[in-house]
């Protein structure tokens, strides 16, 4: 009996168990939504053929309908500059903490953990404590600037139009920072003291360092959370929910809150269903240029 | 040639409440290969690390080729260092690694180019110039780090154990490979190593630490022949010296030996108090066994090694001593055997303070 199990075990028909296996998890619980969902894209959908999979289709309309209209520019540009300042700023300032706590100060191991507080705490309760910290009329921040002198009245930091969007950006910042910093902090811990020490000897910088050892050595792990973040910002929506429902009239609002509000909110399924197919192809087109560049990597 | 490179004075150096250099002064004269040698844990890399800026020190001067570095990071030392890990960097390929520290300084293209080739043909790197260290072997590893030395002209070379990660065969040739280069460059070297041999081989003066403190420093030879206490005679030599206790005799002229019918040992032209107890040291290479029957003591064997063209023994003593012999001998456990000491060649250490006690002996 034992004899059986291992030559099953070490025999080829166990290979081609694993594999069928990871192959009918990707198809049941990847493969299917993702494909369902872009025949969705191309179909007239409402909510009484929902049920049903007989229904018109309707060639590229939904597309066409969703690009063309009015307020696709601004949600493009919006979700554009959700992303980009999400990242520059998780990044930098999450890198910017990893070099920080990488000092080894006392209590810098304490500190770092407090920083996970943050991301443990699911979106809406993030959400829920910023909506509250940048609240036009009894806020807090609006209470802090106004002690300190440096605004007369109120900002309406959810309602201004101008205001809105950075706001959410804001709030998705300070929920990045601590997954950056994380990540960042093992890539740095995994570079060796001596090569500072080398270098250092060899007559660099502090600054000459950072850009000759550190950097490069980090290109991976650089890579991986700008990557990532690029996907999870895109899934960011639990804070527009929170905090502004993507207004005022679509002041701050971006294609996957975007997506939702047609899918579930005018029951414009079919179009919910081209915004998601968009999102799906870039972050695909980011998944690969991250693949490439890792591939190249030089292991330490 | 002889104006001192390197001086250290009274270095004093804690991990927390741990004191891990006691009041530490070497002087280095410029040209000279030093080795620090001593057991594990006793401060050698401390001490190194010291010189080159990368650790900070309680109290005590630093002057480097006449310059006062106490304060200056190491950066500006103007010391090259070979890491026992080598620490090359992973994302440079071997002609970047070689030629980081001339890029740093903004030397040109063409430059760091011509002289990353001579590095090479000096340290047989010419083929490699385009690897990166992951598809390079450890001796050719250690090699890199060398050139990554050399090529900075420093006005002084550290070596933290650099050979220690490389097998037994590439240790002897690179040995006397770096020998020959800091003879060629006119170089300054201060290297540790915990192999004695290593260091006996290759310094010009080898300086023995123990526990944060500098025990001895003097030409190899002049360590082997005359240690200044127990700590250096049992540390330098291999096989390790005896010690055994003894009692110097009425006459001041003898020592009588702890062993097996009371053997008394002449001490030749030296004179001691009547009556003193002493450590007795005797090298394994200085017993040697009498064939006429005229030795001075006899003692049972416990153990014959033969490795061909030399035998070592141990006797079955208490304290054991071993013998060493440069050539075969036809003995077997249980066996007596006669052993005679050349007068000039028995250690005397204070049995207190280990301190050796007239130490003019030359043998
Ligand atoms: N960063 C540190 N913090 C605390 N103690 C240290 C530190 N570095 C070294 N020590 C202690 O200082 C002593 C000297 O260490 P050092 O590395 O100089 O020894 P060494 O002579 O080079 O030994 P080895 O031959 O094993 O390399 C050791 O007892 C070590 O435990
Ligand atoms: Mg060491």
Redesign the pocket.
Known sequence: MPRLRHSFRDGPAFDAFLVLLALGYLLVLSAFPLVYNLILSFQDVDLFTLASFDRPFVGWRNYAEVLGALVAPGIFANTALFVALSLLFQVTIGFGLALLFDLRFPGARWLRGLFLAGWIMPGLVVGAVWSWILAGDFGVLNHLLRTLGMIDGRIFWLSDPDMALYSVIIANVWLGIPFNMILLSVGLAAIPDDLYEAAALDGATRLQRFRTITLPLMRAQLGAVIALGVIFTLQQFDLFAALTQGGPSNASNVLQYWSWQMSFQEYRIGHGAVVSVLMILFVVLVAAVYVRSTRQDHAV | MTEPQIELHGIQKH??A?H?LRDVSLTVPAGRFVALV?P???????LLRVLAGLETIAAGRIRIAGRDVTHLPPRLRDLAMVFQSYALYPHLTVEQNLTYALRLRGVPRAECRRRAEEIAAITGLQSLLGRYPRELSGGQRQRVAMGRAIIREPRAFLFD?PLSNLDAALRVQMRSEIRKLHDRLGATSVY?T?DQIEAMTMADTVVVMRAGRIEQEGPPLALYDRPANRFVAGFIGSPAMNFLPGEIAPDGRHVRLALPGDPVLALGSRRLDAGRQVTVGLRPEHLVPAEDGSGQMTLSVALVEQTGSASMLVTATDPALTVAVARRLDLRPGDPIRLSVDPSCIHLFDSVTEQALSPEVMC
């Open positions: 991990y927390g741990f891990a001593g594990s844990g006793c401060g050698k890399s401390t154990e540790v915990h």
